[in-house]
């Protein structure tokens, strides 16, 4: 799968990256491999991106950027809503269960120093507009402490399998305490997860990583740098 170019860019880099992370799995895939693909030394390799966490973050924040405009479209109230945050934590604990690349992906995820605390901020960020009528009075350290504890229900809920709880039930319980813990009330809280059980997740999970690395294929330069810099997501 060489792809030879005398100048290859950040852009084919980040698309070979991406292929490898979801086909071959994150744990598997070694810079030498991606560098490689692309006919190029490591070295050049390494001189945009020191080490293949560096590689997994770039990647991670396309995810979300990408994730989340999707999902709003999918939960119908848009992308800063409490139904696409519902649908988030539900596709990817599906993709997880559904396939061991997927999990070994966001295991990776959550386990990389760079890639939680861009997560933390990115996710705290968003809760304060979605729950700016829930959490008016809350600081930003109250914001921090919730980031946190949910961040430990998402991992421990893409992390477990059947054999422990149906899947179902895990995302059940970990929206219930992730809308808990942000004052939602109870009666919105059974809503809004009944209507994502409702949906076939599973399917959805796929829905997204496919499309995710399909649209990362497609992607030019230009809309890589824009969606790294954040203005893609209004």
């Known amino acids: 799968m060489a792809r030879v170019s005398r100048s290859t860019t950040r852009t084919e880099i980040i698309q070979v990256a991406c292929e490898y992370f979801f086909e071959k799995g994150y744990s598997a895939t070694s810079p030498k491999m991606i560098a490689s693909a692309l006919d190029i030394s490591p070295g050049n390799l390494t001189y945009h991106f020191p080490t293949?966490?560096?590689?997994?973050?770039?990647?991670?924040?396309?995810?979300?950027?990408?994730?989340?405009?999707?999902?709003?479209?999918?939960?119908?109230?848009?992308?800063?809503?409490?139904?696409?945050?519902?649908?988030?934590?539900?596709?990817?604990?599906?993709?997880?269960?559904?396939?061991?690349?997927?999990?070994?992906?966001?295991?990776a995820t959550f386990q990389s120093k760079m890639c939680r605390d861009y997560l933390r901020n990115d996710h705290i960020n968003r809760a304060?507009?979605?729950?700016?009528?829930?959490?008016?009075?809350?600081?930003?350290?109250?914001?921090?402490?919730?980031?946190?504890?949910?961040?430990?229900?998402?991992?421990?809920?893409?992390?477990?399998?059947?054999?422990?709880?149906?899947?179902?039930?895990?995302?059940?319980?970990?929206?219930?305490?992730?809308?808990?813990?942000?004052?939602?009330?109870?009666?919105?809280?059974?809503?809004?997860?009944?209507?994502?059980?409702?949906?076939?997740?599973?399917?959805?999970?796929?829905?997204?990583?496919a499309e995710f690395v399909k649209y990362i294929n497609e992607t030019n330069e230009q809309a890589f740098s824009e969606m790294l810099a954040g203005r893609r997501r209004k």
């Open 128 to 209: 304060k507009r979605i729950f700016a009528d829930h959490c008016s009075h809350w600081t930003d350290e109250d914001f921090v402490q919730a980031e946190l504890l949910i961040m430990g229900i998402q991992y421990t809920t893409i992390t477990a399998d059947d054999s422990i709880l149906p899947l179902k039930t895990r995302i059940g319980g970990a929206l219930e305490y992730i809308l808990n813990i942000y004052g939602i009330d109870s009666k919105t809280r059974q809503k809004e997860i009944d209507r994502v059980l409702q949906m076939d997740c599973r399917t959805l999970g796929r829905k997204v990583l």
């Open 52 to 107: 293949k966490e560096h590689l997994l973050l770039v990647v991670v924040k396309m995810l979300c950027e990408f994730q989340w405009k999707l999902l709003g479209i999918e939960a119908e109230y848009g992308i800063e809503s409490v139904g696409s945050l519902c649908l988030e934590t539900m596709t990817v604990a599906a993709a997880c269960q559904e396939n061991e690349i997927a999990c070994d992906f966001f295991t």
